[in-house]
């Protein structure tokens, strides 16, 4: 088991920034790929950005890439979400997970572990 504690979200005004961190327990972290997924209320969950074991590489929605940043910090078992110039579309909980699988990060479906979510709020 992985359990995984998002932290980071809030409120905050369209062009801010927020940097999300999500700290994994219960197994070796570097054994896990890790992705960042966010849901509005009415939409399906969605892919934001994830990266490999090693953090050596990563990947973006369209939508963010270029103003969001994942990285990892194997030794503090956590990852992180830098998110700048925030629009308000960006409103969502944001859900870090884990997965020991290789294949297509983008997909929700590669993931075993779920954090709880943290509420990110982008006012115009």
């Known amino acids: 088991q992985v359990q995984l504690v998002e932290s980071g979200g809030g409120l905050v005004q369209a062009g801010g920034s927020l940097r999300l961190s999500c700290a994994a327990s219960?197994?070796?972290?570097?054994?896990?790929?890790m992705g960042w997924f966010r849901q509005a209320p009415g939409e399906e969950r969605g892919f934001v950005a994830a990266?490999?074991?090693?953090?050596?590489?990563?990947y973006y929605a369209a939508s963010v890439k270029g103003r969001f940043t994942i990285s990892r910090d194997n030794a503090k078992n956590t990852v992180y979400l830098q998110m700048n110039n925030l629009k308000p579309e960006d409103t969502a909980v944001y859900y870090c997970?884990?997965?020991?699988?290789?294949?297509?990060?983008?997909?929700?479906?590669?993931?075993?572990?779920w954090g709880q979510g943290t509420q990110v709020t982008v006012s115009s």
């Open positions: 990266t490999s074991r090693s953090g050596g590489s990563t």
């Open positions: 997970a884990a997965t020991d699988r290789i294949g297509n990060y983008a997909n929700k479906a590669m993931y075993h572990y």
């Open positions: 219960g197994r070796t972290f570097n054994n896990y790929a």
